[in-house]
């Protein structure tokens, strides 16, 4: 089966947590994802289009963002390898994608049809109930995501907003000197801010001795003064 060749990939995913890569294959035979390929700029789903089944990114990048109605985007979380989307929608009454998932490069996803995964199970696996608890785990997750996307949102500041996820990522990585995950329009996006408030911004605090950046790369000069002007 197709599946096979991205076993993997599969055995990273959240929805397959705590399983082997030997249980992963089969219970992709019961589950009978589809693949799917997209070339870059290519929607993998569009809000308010009927809801297909929760994907599994398998190659390459997607975006996952929200567009108010003025069409002003705002990125909810970037898709690369192994990541799912569409699991709020799974235990939800609704049928439709509550965000568009864009390609940012080609690349393929599985998608599961959700009756595949909370419906019953005609072959009674043994595996059924765990792969609910995994996605019931994964929903709480992105709940708490949500939540600290509105905290950025209530921030004024840009400045704010830029000390605030830098210091995330800082406390993620350890390191006063780490590569940002995203580029600057996708930042700018994350932070919903405009891509040349952002630079002029993070190009300000450079000047003043706070950071230094290269690219991706950032190095944290000043911890104390970024805490300072992330309260």
Same mark, same amino acid.
Request: hydrophobic fraction near 40%; aromatic fraction near 8%.
């Given at each position: ?12 995913? *959240? ?16 589950? =009978?994802?589809? /693949? ?8 993998? @789903? ?7 089944? /929760? ?22 979380? &970037? ?7 569409? *699991?709020?929608? @799974? ?10 998932? *864009? ?5 393929? @996803? ?22 609910? *608890? ?16 509105? =905290? ?38 994350? &932070? ?40």
């Amino acid at each position: 089966m197709a599946f096979e060749k991205y076993v993997e990939v599969l055995s990273r995913a *959240e929805l397959f947590r705590g399983f082997d890569k030997d249980e992963v294959v089969s219970m992709l035979k019961c589950l =009978e994802p589809k /693949i799917k390929e997209y070339g870059k700029g290519n929607y993998l @789903a569009v809000a308010g289009e009927e809801f297909q089944g /929760i994907g599994i990114m398998l190659e390459g990048e997607a975006a996952a963002y929200k567009e108010n109605i003025a069409g002003t985007r705002v990125i909810m979380v &970037l898709l690369k390898p192994g990541d799912v989307f569409g *699991e709020i929608v @799974a235990f939800s009454s609704q049928s439709q994608w509550p965000v568009t998932v *864009e390609a940012q490069q080609p690349c393929k @996803a599985l998608f599961i049809s959700r009756q595949k995964i909370v419906g019953e199970c005609r072959h009674l696996c043994p595996w059924h109930r765990k792969l609910i *608890e995994n996605m019931l785990m994964m929903v709480s997750e992105r709940a708490l995501t949500l939540s600290r996307k509105v =905290e950025y949102l209530s921030i004024k500041s840009i400045r704010g907003k830029i000390s605030t996820y830098l210091l995330e990522q800082y406390k993620k990585t350890g390191e006063t000197t780490f590569i940002l995950p995203m580029n600057r329009n996708e930042l700018a996006d994350f &932070l919903n801010v405009s891509r040349p408030s952002l630079s002029r911004e993070m190009c300000s605090m450079r000047d003043e001795g706070i950071i230094d950046f290269h690219r991706a790369s950032v190095r944290i000069k000043d911890l104390q003064a970024l805490k300072r002007m992330a309260q």
